[in-house]
């Protein structure tokens, strides 16, 4: 037996005795993504997280992830395997302090709004526009959901948007998902500063690049992408949209723009297909921070707990259960 069988055998053993359910994000190891009972996009695991029966959560994946199981299901004890599993963008954006990250941002040319960033903070988007509703990716804080109206994942944006009664709508942190939001909605986005670091370092070139190397190629781009590759790509949507996309379709080949952990998923459900990452380097190093040995050791200690004090879980909550309201 390998020392990881013997892993694998040893976190299966503790999970039935602290009866705990392992949630895993399609960007995680392929190890963790294994020993999972869900993996999945942000929008399917806050449903799972909302709905599951167990008395502990152990999500792998990144904090805002883990903050929002808790936010769901109070009664559950969340661990986050590696506490330092962050997601910066999520930091790009405070209620009212300075900023977590002191990012400097590139210049970007964006025509789909205005976008604010720098010593912004979220009250002061809110104050420039009164009464229009805040529309807060998951990828934020537990205390930036809470000052928000309703929340969004890169599957259902353009939806929940769209399920608002206002033609103008504050979008944030994520500068591209508000511009794809943008193209495919009439209302008028403003939209804030922020981006991923993978997805945001994808250029045309790249798309080009791939194009003239993989001709025969779907080529799908994660909506954190720039405007311009979701414009160059052939479709855009979430991780698993990019599951179901890739099982549905009849072609041989992709090409993927987004963190190559989805390949892992999508070389297991379709094994007669080929998958090609757009950049090689499109890794998430928060998302690896999770491999099987911190997995076990969280659930022999469990360690971290992750827990959002009441008075910012319950304006949370309200926002992230207007999102899954959403059909
Ligand atoms: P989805 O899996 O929801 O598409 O999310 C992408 C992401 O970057 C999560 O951090
Ligand atoms: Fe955050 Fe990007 Fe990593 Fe997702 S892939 S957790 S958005 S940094």
Known sequence: MSEKDILREKILRLKEKINAIILAHNYQREEVQEIADYAGDSLELSRTAASIKCDVIVFCGVNFMAESASILSPEKTVILPEISACCPMADMITVSGPRRLKTQFPGYHYTGGYRYSSDFTLKDIKALHPGAPVVAYVNTTAEVKAESDICCTSANGVKIVESLDSDKVICIPDRNLSAWIAKNTKKEVIAWDGFCHVHDRVTP???????????????????ECRIEICEMADHVTSTSGMVRF?????????????????LYKLRKDNPDKTFYPLRKDMVCPNMKKTTLSSVFHAMETMTYKIKVPEEIRVPAKRALDRMLAVK
Not at 205 to 223: F, M, Q, S
Not at 246 to 262: D, H, M, N, R
């Open 205 to 223: 070139d790249d798309v080009l690049r791939a194009r003239t190397e993989h001709p025969n190629a779907v080529l799908i781009a994660h909506p």
């Open 246 to 262: 890739a099982k549905a379709s009849e072609a041989k080949e992709f090409v993927i723009g987004t963190e190559t952990g989805l």
